[in-house]
């Protein structure tokens, strides 16, 4: 005999109503209700709860179990003392955290249920339960609102504000609220005016502090910066505000409280955490990433200029580890016209500000003068700053006639600086109000230079040291621990050793902070790194573990992730950070070298890359690394600096490379040569490329590493054509589609894809045009089948360009159209430089020389975007007739040199000669000099702009 499968357990629903999958008689539910939250009960204690007034409560007991067991059995169990295996939702609530316990709440505890003949013990069970569900949701919905950027937080802060049924909520959550409501909002006006009424009847209405001001002291500097960004003039549409001062100051403090003003009038803003950047192209590339979130970066500055919004302003935030910040943002000004520039740094560099641009240097808060009344030293911004920290750790602490002389003197010694008088704040979980002042006044007088003139700093200092020895050791430990990592996401904690209640601890001491708005990310506190560094050198072997802790965390996480995924953005420099200890410890692999290099390459960080991995192939040599690691590190800065544009740093060094003991390795040899090939074929010395990329080929084929080798044969399939060997050429496509029966499906429709591109630009009859253009065909409909958008893509100008060819123009309309949809349709900006080129050839065709030079234009400007010279002389070809109406003797120079130049495609070469000879009768030099693609750019701008 087999036994009966057991029954699901049932869900109880107690939010919002009363209900067990439909049943629903009350009095049978609350004993369930009560159960499911207390444990097992006593039936004589269930009775006397539930039915007090009965002459029988054990038998209305009795019945009501009846009741609900002959619907579910299950539901109660036991005999003296009750048992459920149930479930309730509001038992579940109370795990939840952040949004989802939102989610989980539609309404009160037994919202609505009668509690008609209950004991008034129960009722107040009840009541206590509600009360109790519904400031756990609201304090969920707090720190949600705590950790999301201005917008969402406005909407967090009113949820929390109108939980259904929280109790009215204490000055302390007011306070919490009202930082993260909107400027001017009604919610900020209904919480402010609530604080008021609750601080006015307080016994003591001087000795409230007004914490719940949304920043202390820095309403003028703030008011300074929303008039810089709010009102720019014609001659300064953008410009620059450098906010300065010493580490703790409440530079950041004040450039969130910006961000959230900004938002609240819906001004495109964005923040970027600059802290620790050290070159102009980390810092660029950390730009193009927070206003392009989830984006490949655009490949330079100026290519992102087109997608930020008009009157944008940026903050930079922490931008003091960069010696070249001047010359970065003279570039950020010129290419990003218009942008608003708000900097904090601790230093201002010189050269940094121009005329009319606004200086805001941030000494300490605000300080009550010795002579201040009760109500002056309330009224001070370090007073209030100083109370609401307190209250994090002493809520019974308020401002009254008989310490607010020691208080004003406290934040007059530390000179009202933010993070040291957060700090001594801090103190008063283990020492009096008393013993803190004493502490700071018998120290001031390392507090105040010689001469005086402190900016806080030695306060701070001193504070700081204090705290730290307040700290209990396994505080300190996880404090050392943290310095490890830039910054971290609460949830990796404790794979770095850190438990989540330490973070806690450290977060209420002072020592970390909430540094990103809209993520829960947290850093320690930049002015303690100096403190906590020092700290670190007297325990080497604590960050010995760390480190290595660290690095195998972040290596085994991003080496399970996509290489392009997005999250990956948040941990880049602790994955590099993991890297160098990886290296240091003999643990680095060549295989996450290369997964670093595809991220880098796919998210296009290429300039900051190129920096990134020659630090750790300097590491690597440090390290004596093996000798495929050194090698994958070299490879990749090469690598990088080439897609960076930066030919000379990569032909340097792939040449060192290829001289040194590294290239004797196949795999690696082969990697440097097909990068010099590529080098080479930009600077446009194609038969140097061609016979580079012919020695990476033949180790490929060595190696036996086919996918390496059939790239390699399709790059070398453009240089063939660029040369115009028609013999290599076809024996090469022969080679290439021989293999395709044995290749993936869209490995074999990529060749197909370059096998087309190549023959579309070969001499070809009408008969080779059409069996062209049912592979074109093909190609479309095999890119929307595959979800392939670029193989789509090359099918619509394929297809398109070759009813060019056939003269069929109506056709050639009609898929111009079916393409532009298709960009459309796929998210694409429409700003193709083939498919204005292909417009434009289109309407000379047909007869409209004015629409065609449009085009033309449209291309040009695409081909500045892109730096393709290819697209100029495209270009010169199909405009060269227009052109020579108004510039005949220029456009002959043009003509003569592009006929003759070495530089430039086969087929170009042979259109220009044609060309030459149409146009002026006259034959081509055999070989010219290179063509100079910079100047044309210019003639054809200037002539196709002003035609």
Not at 74 to 91: F, K, M, N
Not at 533 to 551: F, N, S, V, Y
Not at 872 to 878: A, D, T
Request: glycine share 6%; proline share 7%; net charge negative.
């Amino acid at each position: 005999m087999t036994d009966a499968p057991p029954r699901p357990t049932p869900a109880l629903t107690t939010l919002g109503g009363l209900n067990l999958r439909g049943f629903r008689k009350v009095k049978s539910l609350l004993l369930l209700v009560y159960v499911a939250f207390e444990g097992p009960t006593p039936r004589r204690t269930l009775a006397t709860l539930l039915w007090p007034g009965a002459a029988r409560p054990e038998g209305s007991l009795r019945v009501a179990l009846h009741a609900l067991r002959e619907v579910h059995p299950d539901a109660l169990g036991g005999e003296d003392r009750l048992t459920t295996p149930v479930t309730s939702d509001a038992v579940q609530l109370l795990t939840l955290r952040g949004e989802a316990a939102w989610a989980a709440y539609p309404g009160p505890f037994l919202h609505g249920v009668p509690l008609s003949g209950v004991s008034a013990e129960f009722e107040e069970w009840v009541e206590s339960q509600r009360e109790r569900l519904a400031r756990h949701v609201q304090e969920e919905a707090l720190r949600a609102a705590e950790t999301a950027e201005p917008g969402r937080a406005a909407t967090w802060a009113e949820r929390a504000y109108r939980t259904p049924a929280a109790p009215p909520p204490e000055p302390d959550l007011l306070r919490r609220l009202l930082p993260l409501t909107l400027p001017g909002s009604p919610l900020e006006a209904e919480v402010r005016a609530e604080l008021s009424e609750v601080e006015a009847a307080a016994p003591t209405p001087a000795s409230t502090p007004r914490s719940g001001a949304r920043m202390l002291g820095r309403e003028a500097e703030l008011a300074a910066l929303l008039a810089r960004t709010l009102t720019p003039t014609p001659e300064q549409p953008g410009g620059v505000a450098l906010i300065t001062g010493p580490g703790g100051i409440g530079k950041s403090t004040l450039t969130r409280e910006l961000l959230r003003e900004l938002t609240r009038l819906d001004r495109p803003v964005t923040l970027v955490d600059a802290e620790g950047a050290s070159s102009p192209a980390e810092l660029s590339a950390r730009i193009a990433a927070a206003l392009t979130p989830g984006e490949a970066a655009p490949p330079t500055l100026a290519a992102l200029a087109a997608r930020i919004p008009p009157r944008s302003t940026v903050l930079l935030d922490g931008a003091d580890a960069l010696p070249e910040l001047p010359d970065l943002l003279s570039s950020l000004r010129r290419d990003l016209p218009g942008v608003h520039w708000v900097i904090s740094s601790r230093r201002s560099p010189p050269g940094l500000l121009t005329p009319g641009d606004l200086l805001l240097p941030l000494a300490g808060l605000p300080q009550a003068p010795p002579e201040a009344d009760l109500a002056q030293i309330a009224a001070s911004s370090a007073t209030q700053l100083f109370l609401r920290e307190a209250a994090r750790t002493r809520r019974d602490l308020t401002l009254t006639a008989g310490n607010a002389a020691l208080i004003a003197g406290l934040t007059r010694r530390l000179q009202g600086h933010p993070l040291a008088l957060a700090l001594a704040a801090s103190w008063l979980r283990v020492e009096t109000l008393d013993a803190v002042y004493t502490r700071v006044l018998t120290e001031a007088a390392q507090l105040t230079p010689e001469g005086g003139g402190s900016d806080g700093r030695r306060g701070l200092n001193a504070v700081a040291r204090r705290s730290w020895d307040l700290l209990t050791p396994d505080q300190q430990h996880a404090a050392l621990r943290l310095t490890v990592p830039t910054d971290l996401d609460p949830a990796d904690a404790p794979h770095l050793g850190v438990p989540a209640h330490l973070i806690d601890e450290l977060l209420t001491h002072n020592f970390l902070e909430a540094h990103q708005p809209g993520t829960e990310r947290l850093r320690l506190y930049p002015a303690l790194r100096g403190l906590l560094t020092e700290q670190a050198a007297a325990h080497p072997g604590l960050i010995a573990q760390a480190r290595a802790d660290h690095a195998r965390h972040y290596l085994t996480w991003f080496t399970a992730q996509a290489p392009e995924a997005p999250q990956v953005d948040a941990e880049r420099d602790n994955i590099t950070a993991a890297l160098h200890a990886a290296l240091e410890r003999g643990e680095a692999t060549a295989a996450q070298i290369d997964h670093f290099l595809a991220h880098h390459d796919r998210r296009g960080l290429h300039s900051s890359g190129t920096d990134t991995f020659a630090a750790l192939a300097d590491a690597a040599e440090d390290a004596r690394a093996p000798e495929s690691v050194q090698a994958a590190a070299q490879i990749a800065s090469m690598w990088l600096a080439f897609r960076a544009n930066r030919l000379l740093d990569a032909q340097t060094l792939a040449g060192h490379f290829l001289a040194g003991p590294l290239a004797a390795n196949p795999a690696s040899r082969m990697k440097v040569l097909n990068t010099l090939s590529a080098v080479r074929g930009v600077q446009g010395k194609i038969q140097s490329a061609v016979d580079l990329l012919e020695q990476a080929v033949t180790l490929s084929e060595r190696l036996g590493d086919r996918t390496r080798e059939l790239y390699y044969r399709l790059n070398l399939l453009t240089y063939l054509t660029f040369l115009g060997n028609a013999a290599e050429l076809q024996q090469l496509l022969t080679t290439l589609e021989a293999q395709l029966p044995q290749l993936p499906e869209a490995t074999a429709w990529q060749v197909r894809q370059a096998a087309l591109g190549v023959r579309l630009h070969l001499p070809g009859t009408d008969d080779d045009r059409e069996r062209l253009l049912a592979e074109a065909e093909a190609l479309v409909i095999a890119g929307r089948t595959l979800h392939i958008q670029a193989l789509e893509s090359e099918g619509h100008e394929g297809r398109t360009r070759l009813a060019l060819l056939l003269r069929r123009w109506r056709q050639a309309e009609d898929w111009l159209k079916a393409w532009r949809a298709h960009l459309i349709a796929s998210g694409d900006v429409i700003d193709q430089p083939s498919l204005f080129l292909i417009e434009s050839e289109l309407h000379y065709a047909r007869g409209r020389a004015r629409q065609g030079r449009r085009s033309a234009l449209l291309a040009l400007r695409g081909a500045e975007r892109t730096g393709n010279p290819w697209i100029l002389l495209e270009l010169l070809k199909l405009t060269a007739r227009d052109l020579h109406a108004c510039d005949p003797e220029r456009l002959l120079v043009w003509v003569q040199q592009a006929a003759a130049a070495p530089n430039i495609h086969s087929q170009q070469r042979a259109h220009m000669k044609q060309a030459l000879y149409e146009m002026y009768g006259q034959q081509p030099a055999e070989q010219g000099a290179d063509l100079a693609f910079p100047a044309l750019r210019l003639w054809l701008t200037e002539h196709l702009d002003g035609s």
